[in-house]
């Protein structure tokens, strides 16, 4: 009997007691072991989980399969699952999406622009718009990178002194 089904088994033992208890009859420690038995279902079920991940190969939402020597590379290069699966997500070939090491985020050459090149295109009078097209990076990206390199205006109070 699987655990979904011996779970189904004792909710309908539940509700048989409960119609028990409703003609005066105490069936407190029943359901209470009943209780335990769930619990220690779903606490068989985690670990069936568990090893199923571990001896299993992974399979992408978008049903693409993801083989466990390439989870167990990435684990070993210090790539986290949910790192490997976006790569993977994107286009990245599994065997590189494993091997290239991630870099710290925030830092200048993560963007592909430097402060000093960002601060020559503001200078000769382009928009943010402008330097994240030319660039090619998301608008809300270049934001993060002038936040993080200390590049933003400070915002005007008004009515404050």
């Known amino acids: 009997m699987s655990i979904s089904q011996q779970r189904i088994a004792i909710i309908k033992e539940i509700g048989a007691l409960e119609i028990r208890a ?3 009859e105490n069936v407190t420690a029943s359901i209470r072991h009943c209780g335990k ?3 220690a279902l779903g606490k068989l079920k985690k670990r069936k989980d568990t090893m199923d991940a571990e001896s299993k190969d992974y399979q992408t939402r978008k049903g693409e399969i993801v083989p466990r020597e ?5 684990e070993s290069n210090g790539i986290s699952r949910e790192a490997l699966l976006h790569r993977i997500s994107v286009g990245w ?3 590189r999406a494993a091997t290239t090491p991630v870099e710290a985020r925030g830092k200048a050459k993560d963007f592909g622009i430097s402060v000093e090149r960002y ?3 503001v200078k000769s009078g382009m928009l943010d718009r402008e330097i994240s097209t030319q660039l ?5 990206k270049l934001s993060y990178f002038k936040k993080v390199n200390g590049l933003l205006k400070p915002k005007k109070r008004i009515g404050v002194r």
């Open 119 to 121: 601060k020559e295109l």
């Open 136 to 140: 090619g990076i998301a608008e809300h």
């Open 22 to 24: 409703e003609k005066g």
């Open 70 to 74: 390439i989870l167990d590379l990435a």
């Open 37 to 39: 038995r769930l619990e």
């Open 93 to 95: 070939d599994k065997q």
